[in-house]
């Protein structure tokens, strides 16, 4: 299986959170990939929501393709599942874990606090992400509502990943073809060298 530049990265940190005893979305927050990006993933209280900081992206963000990261990882985890690189157990979450945030936990019911000082309210005519001073902090949308409710009870379950994945990682993505075709060229380059020392030698001597 090959991976894009952005999706090594998820994988890699995937595969070093497997023994943590967490879920995906614990991995994920471990990577702070997507609170760097300004990307927050909430799924609880039956609440699909991916928000998006205001700082960092357009009204019109979601309508032009130039960062889709929430797609790649989206699409990421639904390959990865399906090809069996990733097995998902029983969900391990008892928080509304704010997927790209480090500290979120129940403020009341429908509210989630969020680092400490930051409110996402779930339902209702004021539904978003505020910041401290109760001003919206993120856009929410709906662009992946969809997908996200495919692939949310992944997020928040335990895991496995195959020893496959666990070696494509180790050995940088190169994959079984790749090393042997690198192996070939260096003993070609090393046959060539030592040929070339052999006729200098002839020469000298």
């Not at 979305?25 to 039956?46: F, M, P, Q, W």
């Not at 401290?132 to 928040?156: F, G, I, P, T």
Request: glycine share 8%; proline share 2%.
């Amino acid at each position: 299986m090959k991976f894009s530049k952005e999706e090594q990265k998820i994988v890699k940190v995937i595969v070093e959170c497997e023994n943590q005893g967490g879920s995906l979305a614990l991995a994920l927050n471990y990577g702070r990939s997507l609170e760097e990006r300004g990307i927050g993933i909430v799924s609880a209280d039956n609440a699909n929501l991916v928000f998006l900081r205001k700082d960092l992206y357009s009204d019109s963000f979601p309508f032009n393709d130039n960062v889709p990261y929430v797609s790649i990882l989206f699409n990421l985890i639904e390959k990865l599942i399906k090809s069996g690189d990733i097995i998902c157990g029983e969900s391990c979450c008892v928080q509304p874990l704010v997927v790209g945030a480090i500290y979120s936990e129940w403020f009341k019911p429908g509210i989630i606090a969020v680092n400490g000082n930051e409110t996402i309210i779930l339902d209702g005519p004021h539904k978003g992400w505020y910041g401290a001073d109760k001003q919206e902090k993120y856009w929410w949308w709906n662009k992946w509502d969809s997908q996200l409710s495919e692939v949310s009870n992944y997020l928040y379950s335990s895991y496995c990943v195959s020893e496959e994945l666990k070696e494509l990682v180790k050995n940088d993505f190169k994959r079984d073809e790749d090393i042997r075709f690198a192996k070939q060229q260096l003993a070609t380059w090393v046959s060539i060298g030592v040929a070339i020392l052999l006729g200098i030698l002839g020469i000298i001597f």
